[in-house]
């Protein structure tokens, strides 16, 4: 399983910005999919993640500006973030956990994306 992150780039403050992450691989199916951030000297932290019914949670300095959405036909996530703020700069990861099937069996397990840059001007 591969995650495949896009959409970083250089936004000015109070724009808006869209990240993708599409998932690839032989998925059955994904249950929690979302975005971690780090920046430099911090631990990743979580901005928003989606379960498989659709429900969501966000970093509270999200909440409001930022909306995760899913598609399940693509196994694709989307972070559409609003109003960007300085403080919203860093590398954003996608993460997925997802069931996978091997020759005879299935597994569980977490997977990364290789992170994309997002830099809020000021």
């Known amino acids: 399983v591969q995650l495949q992150a896009s959409g970083g780039g250089l936004v000015q403050a109070g724009g808006s910005h869209r990240l993708s992450c599409v998932a690839s691989g032989p998925i059955v199916s994904i249950n929690r999919v979302g975005w971690w951030r780090q920046v430099p000297g911090k631990q990743r932290e979580l901005v928003a993640e989606?379960?498989?019914?659709?429900?969501?949670r966000y970093k509270d300095s999200m909440k409001g500006r930022f909306t995760i959405s899913r598609s399940n036909a693509e196994n694709t996530v989307f972070l559409q973030m609003n109003s960007l703020r300085p403080g919203d700069t860093g590398v954003y990861y996608c993460?997925?956990?997802?069931?996978?099937?091997?020759?005879?069996?299935?597994?569980?397990?977490?997977?990364w994306g290789q992170g994309t840059q997002v830099t809020v001007s000021s």
């Open positions: 989606i379960g498989n019914d659709g429900s969501t």
């Open positions: 993460f997925a956990d997802v069931v996978s099937s091997t020759y005879k069996s299935r597994q569980r397990g977490e997977y």
